[in-house]
């Protein structure tokens, strides 16, 4: 047995999942730099070391991830500042941040998709 059109239709599956993974990785993005803008906005700022360095680093591969904080050793007491200390009290900023994100992130997804597959 034989399909025609079946070249046609795997390469048309590949670029549609091509899309899709671009669509999904920027609706993610931008999740992600929304948990940022929000950790600035909360953050405690005494030298202003942790509102400027709060990044995003993207992986892409089988699964998109965002990993949303601070990575350098020197930003180590962003810990601190998010969960405080015996002496110190937690001043959260990330967490809260991302808790407000997290009930947009499924909608961004659906919407990055529709746009795909409507379009």
Known sequence: ????????????????????????????????????AGTK?????????LKASVKVHMHDGATIKAD???????????????????AMPARPALGPAFNAEKRKISQRIAKAIEKVIGG
Do not use: C, P
């Open 68 to 86: 949303i904080g601070w990575k350098d050793r020197a930003d180590r007491y962003a810990l601190w500042q998010e969960f405080g200390t015996q």
């Open 1 to 36: 047995m034989s399909v025609r059109g079946s070249d046609a239709l795997l390469k048309q599956l590949d670029h549609v999942t091509s899309r899709m993974h671009q669509a999904v990785r920027q609706a993610v993005e931008e999740s992600a730099e929304s948990v940022v």
């Open 41 to 49: 906005r909360r953050v405690n700022v005494d030298t202003g070391n």
